[in-house]
């Protein structure tokens, strides 16, 4: 079992940043893969970042250049640094967990959903205006 919180949304102007984390406890030592997703109002969830214990990460097109995704292990903290937000950037952001033994996933199929991850948070808000 792993329990993953959210910390971090919050009101920003466009063009601002904000920095989200994700404290994950329970059974961490097989987490390869964590990843952020998104949900904005009336539309469908999207894959943001995934990074893997190897370094592996996969990054949407959409926020490419301007999200950055890393994780601390030693603190099963999972982090995703957002710059030059956009009111697009708008949703429920959730911290998201898939267990493995090795890294036999692809960052890239977890990212798009071709593959389920395992556990999810109960999510964050971030909200830009403009």
């Known amino acids: 079992q792993v329990q993953l919180v959210e910390s971090g949304g919050g009101s920003v102007q466009a063009g601002g940043s904000l920095r989200l984390s994700c404290a994950a406890s329970?059974?961490?030592?097989?987490?390869?893969?964590l990843g952020w997703f998104r949900q904005a109002p009336e539309k469908e969830r999207e894959g943001v970042a995934v990074?893997?214990?190897?370094?592996?990460?996969g990054v949407a097109d959409s926020v490419n250049g301007r999200f950055s995704i890393s994780r601390d292990d030693a603190k099963n903290t999972l982090y995703l640094q957002m710059n030059s937000l956009k009111p697009e950037d708008t949703a429920m952001y959730y911290c998201?967990?898939?267990?493995?033994?090795?890294?036999?996933?692809?960052?890239?199929?977890?990212?798009?959903?071709?593959?389920?991850?395992?556990?999810w948070g109960k999510g964050t808000l971030v909200t830009i205006s403009s």
């Open positions: 998201a967990a898939k267990t493995a033994h090795s890294n036999q996933y692809d960052p890239d199929w977890l990212l798009t959903g071709y593959y389920g991850m395992d556990y």
């Open positions: 329970g059974s961490t030592h097989n987490n390869y893969c």
């Open positions: 990074i893997c214990k190897d370094g592996r990460t």
